[in-house]
């Protein structure tokens, strides 16, 4: 089946960096754009970039400019999310997700939770 | 950036009646809008896009509808599964955005 998995849970501390990946399966992993979007505890969806795995070319929300990087590996199926600087503002859940040639996102990841403290 | 606003932030309803759920862009977003439903603890479910088409699997008690910058999610004869946060988001042009999510009680 279709599905998005990402990788465990990160701690960093404030300054530093942090990459989080998503490895796709089920479908044709250069068919799908994939984005990131962010929840902070309790707070809404947050839109942080999106990437086309065919070709690899990136939109970041301005917020995020300077700080993110999406890169997308075709031969693993694989879409990574880097942010560097981090701040304890950035302490969230991470998801990738799919999107749908119809519109939306329809495949989310689990979520990857990363927390900033020192 | 195309500013979604969700109203009301909060609504309580019993079982079995119906909700409506509101969605406004700051812009024209055509018909480029989906709305999401996210369980505690779950990731978000795509529940409808094109603003009035439901996504696999999703039950026919959702639905849809609105164009430009007026939209609207009606869940009608609600179940406890619904009770969840709801957010609409814009697909139009970038960046995409989120409304701040509707909190459903039951």
């Known amino acids: 089946q279709v599905q998005l998995v990402q990788s ?5 501390k404030p300054g530093a960096s942090v990459k989080v990946s998503c490895k796709a399966s ?11 979007v962010r929840q902070a505890p309790g707070q809404g969806l947050e839109w942080m970039g999106i990437i086309n795995p065919s070709g690899g070319s990136t939109q970041y ?8 990087t999406i890169t997308s590996v075709t031969s693993t199926g694989t879409v990574n999310m880097e942010l560097s600087s981090l701040r304890s503002e950035d302490t969230a859940v991470y998801y990738c997700a799919r999107t749908s040639s119809r519109g939306g996102m329809d495949v989310w990841g689990q979520g ?7 | 950036e195309i500013v979604m606003t969700q109203s009301p932030a909060s609504l309580s309803v ?16 055509s018909s480029n809008l989906a709305w999401y439903r996210q369980k505690p603890g779950q990731a978000p479910r795509l529940l409808i896009y094109g603003a009035s088409t439901r996504a696999t699997g999703v039950p026919a008690r959702f639905s849809g509808s609105g164009s430009g910058t007026e939209f609207t ?8 599964e619904d009770l969840a946060l709801y957010y609409c988001q814009q697909y139009n042009d970038w960046p995409y955005t989120f409304g701040q999510g ?4 039951i």
Do not use: M
């Open chain 2, 102 to 105: 509707t909190k459903l009680d």
């Open chain 1, 112 to 118: 990857t939770t990363v927390t900033v403290s020192s």
């Open chain 1, 61 to 68: 929300a301005q917020k995020f400019q300077g700080r993110i």
């Open chain 1, 26 to 36: 089920g479908y044709l992993f250069t068919n799908n754009y994939l984005h990131w």
């Open chain 2, 14 to 29: 019993s079982p079995g009646a119906r909700a409506t759920l509101s969605c406004r862009a700051s812009q024209s977003i």
């Open chain 2, 73 to 80: 999610l009606t869940i009608s004869s609600l179940q406890s």
């Open chain 1, 8 to 12: 465990g849970a990160e701690v960093q």
